[in-house]
């Protein structure tokens, strides 16, 4: 017995020990006796209370509780000397860990006996933890976590434990107290009231017991019925088809650390019939015609009770037929009429024989039904049709119709008219309304009534609606004349009635409004004509013009623009683009538009010729040709147009390179006109045959000798031809050397090019490829200019073949009259003659150079033919 006192006496007097060398550390603190120790704890369980609200805690019952506690020094410089831990309601400490000549990991820990080893103390950094295994409701309570430091003043905090005993079972009862069988509840009757109530069973603290329907809480109302029981009454007021296999679930709770336990029970119904239709539509019956009338009965459940009647009479030669989910029942009567049966009303009706009160009934009236006859008319107010804008009109449908209509609808020229008071239409039934009424609501109207049997349409009624003259949108509003031209200006309107007055007034630049002349002035189908002559520069500008009815004014005049106008200025610098052994690409720059809008044009032709040109449209100055023969000739027209003509056109002469991998005829460059030389083509064959062989013999006699003439620097002195030009039909001529002209004049010719303009640099033209092999003078005949538009390549291949010069050549670059045109081309084709009889002479004398000057553009478009021949004479 002695032994059993001793323990905890033993343990108390520690404590009290510890505590008193806790106090010791403090300066501010007195030193005690042993027989005040119990009283200072005592005091301390009071004060401890002002420390601030206590840390809540729950724990399961079974698992593992946790008490927190702050053991952090206020300051830096301290640490903990002493924790312990008391559950209010005991006098003496449950745990304690001292740590004043150690760490918590190595301090000596004390557990009061009645805990045994369920107790346990842990740090994780500023917190620490006081554990309790193995929960039990007596562990419920109030903890105080008492903390000494050494130097900082002492700490106390509190900690309420609550241990949960989650519910064990629940019960669901009916409304007359008896325990659902199967979790199916009922079958109640639609409309019907009910009581379902669930107790849960156990659970500490008492559980909180709701019901719901799916995720949703539908009742919360729990009540304690006993200290082990909760209850909870759902009650469910008229029934409704939405409740019918409604899944009720009870649920009880006590925390939020375990899951609720449930149970669900699923309400099932009977139910009277939603809707009862006989199936297709009310429509005349022939007597003596036997027909299989449907009656589909939809919504009641079980399979309810359907019955046919003619009036008071109940018809037989009737079946049943259910679909496979229930839900809808068919009843087929075999009906044979009678004429005795018009006007007898035929009905289905279908009741639920548990349910009171329950049946419903669908029948037609046997009759003979017809469209709806409709009549429609203007409102008492108005006394004709025609109407000034701004006013109210209203309309009246009359009908006949049996059945009655089920729709009436209103048309405007044929397009169906929809209620819409943001536009003043107000349809009410069989009238229409239409507010502040503008010239767009003019036009034909009907109204048309719907029944089972069809639509009928009204009788037309026109709607005439007046109004002032407005300008006519999409006319001409810009006008181009040249001065002394006298063009006609229309002035066209839209009004009701259209015979209107007119007035025109010229706007000047300076301000000044001029009244147009009525003798200038004519009126022809519904619109007025201004014959308008601007003279100087000053009668250019806006023309207004007025129109009035009996109605009222314009309220804004329509308004035209004069403008100078003219045919077009021709193209000019025009510049050869990426030319290649197929096509080119020519880019000009645009001039005056004759202040109308201009397009341009380029017509192409095959040198020699004048038929089968190629034509291109385009909206600005740029043109791409392709699909040509590689190292043919090209005469190429370019010209701006608008309403007003077209503009002198600017030709240009162009070669495309020749292919290095095939070796062109140049009959190719005439494959349009090839089937007019078909029947040559065999003597041509021979003929090109032998001119080839024998240019190629030239060729090497021509090198051998050129080789030594040059070493003897004997060569024959040019001569020339100056340049001729007509000035009165814009044709232009270039100078072209003869036969025996000297490298020294083309020498000339290539230093005056260099000077003139840097454009001439090869690297400024990477389509022309260096040929190896030939001194200066002869490379400089085959380099090109950015503006010229032969290739060496193609001058020497041509030299060879044919073996002749052009006396005679179009210029590379020249502008022409519209006139002069198709004498140009009449020129380039006699030229081209006179060429093809120039292969067939004999090659020119050993010694001649045979040289072109296709690559010097003309002087009248800036270029250096005048200046080269200045220097030549």
Known sequence: MSSQISAPFWSLCIVLACILASHCTHSSRARTSPSTMTRNIEEENVRYLLEGPPVLSESIQGTLGRLPCNVTPPISDDRVALVIWFKVGLKTPIYSVDTRDSDFADGTHWSDESYRDRLSFSVEGRSGTLAIKKTRQEDTGEYRCRVDFQKSPTRNSKVNLTVITPPESIIILDSKGATIKDYKLGPYNEGAVINITCVAVGGRPQPRVTWWNGNKEIDQSSHSLSDRRVGNIL????????????????????????TPITSTVTLDLNLRPLIVKLDGENRPLSADHSYQLHCNVIGSRPAPTITWWKGSTPMKNTHEVANPDGNMTTSILTFTPTIDDRGKFLSCRAEQSMIPESGMEDGWKLDIYHIPVVSLELGTNSLNSTFREGIDVFFECNIKSNPWIYKVSWRHNGNILENNLAEGIIVANQSLVLQ?????????????????????????????????????????????????????????????PMEATYSWKFNATRGEVIDIPASQIAVDRGRSIAHYTPITENDYGILLCWASNEIG??????????TPSGEPDPLVNCTLLNQTSTGFQIECIEGFNGGLEQDFIMEVYVNGTTRYPKVFRSKTPYFEMRGLVPGAGYNVFLVAHNEKGRSNATILQVYTLKDPEKQTDLSLAYAPVIEDIRPFLGILVGIVGSIFLVALIIVIIVRMRGSTGRDRNNYSHPTTTTGRGNNNNGSVSIG????????????????????????????????????DGRDDDEEWTTKGHNRAYAT?????????????????????????????AAQHLQQLQQQHQQQQQHQQQPPPPHGQYIHYNALIPVS???GYAAQQQQQQQ
């Open 860 to 862: 009248k478009m800036g």
């Open 553 to 562: 004014d314009m309220s804004e005049p329509c308004i035209y623009t004069v």
């Open 736 to 771: 072209t050397l003869h036969n025996g002209q000297s490298i020294q004049d083309i020498r000339i010719g290539r230093d005056t090019c260099h000077v003139t303009s840097s454009l001439d640099s090869i690297d400024k033209n990477p389509d022309i490829i260096p040929q």
């Open 436 to 496: 502040n009424v503008s010239r767009a609501r003019a036009g034909i109207y009907t109204c048309v009534g719907s029944n089972r049997e069809g639509d009928g349409e009204s009788n037309p009624v026109h709607l005439d609606i007046r109004f002032a003259p407005i300008c006519r949108p999409g006319q001409r509003f810009v006008y181009g004349a040249g001065r002394q031209e006298t063009i006609k200006i229309a002035c066209e309107i839209e009004a009701n």
């Open 235 to 258: 009650t469910l007021g008229k029934l409704t088809r939405e409740n019918l296999h409604m899944q009720l679930t009870c649920q009880a709770a006590n925390n939020n650390l375990t």
């Open 792 to 820: 060496a390549a193609l001058a020497e291949q041509n030299a060879v073949i044919t073996s002749s010069t052009y006396d005679h050549i179009m210029p590379t670059y020249a502008v022409v009259d519209k006139k002069s």
